[in-house]
């Protein structure tokens, strides 16, 4: 998508890892090992080619300006300072050999080469459709993201009660084509009736009208989740709606709690296309995890009271007590009826699995309850306070495989983002977790959070790890702008970003 030139802003950089700006002879590949760095930027009209420039140290010069044809919107820079920062300067020049003013941003190189990652996303501060709709964004070092389309969405349902969603994921299939998985957030503001669902064995729902509310923005729960199909994340298909339990266990939770059962925060588990898990003698490949309540059905179940420091029943709405379902599947079309997925014993919302590449599986996860002090000898200790986030490790994704197999927990109370606001910028609450690895021959993962208490200003928190045992927080990032909330990322090739970039623009 070409823009008119503009002498304020003509072109966007989307993420850039600069040097000596040596420019890398096309004909030699890249060997990786040699710090690298790539750039995207975004193509506009009435220019006959760019200058690009980059930074390290002092400021910039007319000599450190080299010249790129128009035909590209991506360019790879060699010779750099490993995991140093860089200030990149594009800028575009016209016809007449007058250039617009040049965009500027700050990034890092690294040994590896580009980390190329698109990350979903959604806004909350007004709860319109604009913003709760799916975002991208865009990196080359995991660090800083760039926004696509101004920050606007690149798809929104059309055919959906009142189309909104949170919370998307997208995850790359094992056919190389896109899912995007959402929380169901259509009943908001809907004035249509949302009946006959379709189910998830594939079947409708008999049942042509629910009990929904859809003004209270919080208890808008159809027990849905909401798919959409991509082969290039540009264009999307198949926008379905999905409820992921029986009709009969819907209508019983809602006798109980006087709601329906929610589904919060879906993501999927996978192992390269690999059969994870067996149910009646059949083999799946893929898993969809989501947050809910108590039982599917509303019915007592017992675990941990933090407030009365012992075993008793809890269920259903308002009694803090959530955990991880799962429901199989190999084609995201027809799925097995839920069955829970993880219950380390608390009340939890927001998984994320990520995996070492050694066989090793971890569990991310907001973690609502405190248990210092706890005697079930099944659960370890862990201090923090309310609304620890936790990680867990399993060597398979079975479930609850994860469950007791604790192994360390972040305590952000009073944490301080400072980079991204240019003040300190403090919360003390986080969730909506992602890990993941962005360079496949290091052993270096990133796991982004979302700091959504944070009160200037709604940030993503960043902390990065080598072993799954001790994580640092890296405020060298920076993120689009606005409300962002609960974002999850999926690696991406060079064609891809330039495509998403050429489609969408900055």
């Known amino acids: 998508m070409k823009k008119v030139l503009s002498f304020i802003v003509g072109i966007f950089a989307v993420s850039a890892l600069f040097a000596g700006c040596k420019e890398s002879e096309e004909a030699d590949p890249i060997v990786y090992g040699e710090p690298s760095a790539m750039i995207f930027w975004q193509e506009v009209e009435g220019v006959s080619g760019y200058e690009i420039a980059c930074i390290r140290g002092k400021g910039i010069a007319e000599e450190d300006y080299i010249s790129v044809s128009a035909e590209k919107n991506y360019y790879e820079f060699t010779d750099l300072v490993n995991n140093a920062t860089y200030t990149y300067y594009v800028r575009g020049v016209k016809e007449d050999g007058s250039k617009t003013l040049p965009v500027t941003g700050s990034v890092v190189a690294n040994k590896s080469g580009p980390s190329l990652n698109v990350m979903a996303y959604f806004l909350d501060s007004a709860s319109t459709l604009e913003e709760q709709s799916l975002h991208l964004a865009v990196t080359t070092d995991g660090l800083n993201w760039q926004a696509l389309n101004g920050n606007k969405p690149v798809f929104t349902l059309s055919t959906i009660g ?22 169901d957030w259509t009943l908001y503001q809907n004035t249509g009736k949302l009946g006959n669902h379709r189910l998830y064995d594939g079947t ?9 509310e859809t003004n209270s923005y919080w208890d808008v729960n159809t027990t849905c989740l909401i798919f959409a199909d991509s082969d290039d994340m540009i264009t999307w298909k198949n926008e379905r709606q999905i409820q992921l339990v029986s009709d009969e266990a819907k209508k019983a939770f809602y006798e109980k709690n006087s709601n329906y059962q929610f589904c919060w925060a879906p993501e999927v588990v996978q192992n390269n ?27 007592k179940s017992k675990n941990w009271n933090n407030k009365t420091k012992s075993y008793d029943y809890t269920y259903g709405h308002g009694t803090d007590y959530r955990r991880t379902f799962v429901n199989w599947t190999n084609d995201f079309e027809t799925f097995t009826e839920p069955e829970v997925y993880f219950n380390p014993g608390n009340s939890n919302i927001d ?19 405190n248990v210092v002090g706890n005697s079930n000898p099944n659960i370890t200790v862990r201090s923090g306070g309310y609304y620890t986030l936790c990680e867990n490790k399993s060597t398979s994704l079975s479930p609850n495989s994860f469950n007791f197999n604790y192994v360390f927990n972040w305590n952000v109370n009073y944490k301080t983002i400072t980079k991204q606001a240019n003040t300190p910028v403090y919360y003390n609450q986080g969730e909506g977790m992602f890990c993941f690895r962005p360079y496949k021959n290091q052993n270096l993962w990133y796991c982004v959070l979302d700091a959504h208490d944070a ?3 709604k940030v993503f928190a960043l902390y990065q790890t080598t072993d799954f045992n001790t994580w640092t927080q890296n405020d060298n990032t920076s993120w689009p702008e606005g409300s962002i909330r609960h974002g999850s990322s999926v690696t991406a090739s060079v064609e891809q970003i330039s495509s998403l970039v050429k489609e969408f623009g900055f």
């Open 162 to 183: 009142g189309n909104r969603v949170r919370d998307p994921y997208i995850v790359k299939k094992a056919d190389g084509t896109y899912l995007m998985i959402a929380t």
């Open 204 to 212: 409708i729902s008999e049942e042509e009208s629910w009990n929904y």
């Open 273 to 299: 296309g690999k059969v994870i898990h067996t149910v009646n003698g059949k083999g799946y490949k893929y898993g969809v995890i989501w947050s809910g309540q108590g039982e599917t059905d509303g019915t």
């Open 351 to 369: 998984a994320d699995v990520c995996d070492d590449g050694n066989g090793n599986f971890y569990i991310f996860y907001k973690d609502e309850f």
């Open 455 to 457: 009160k200037q200003k």
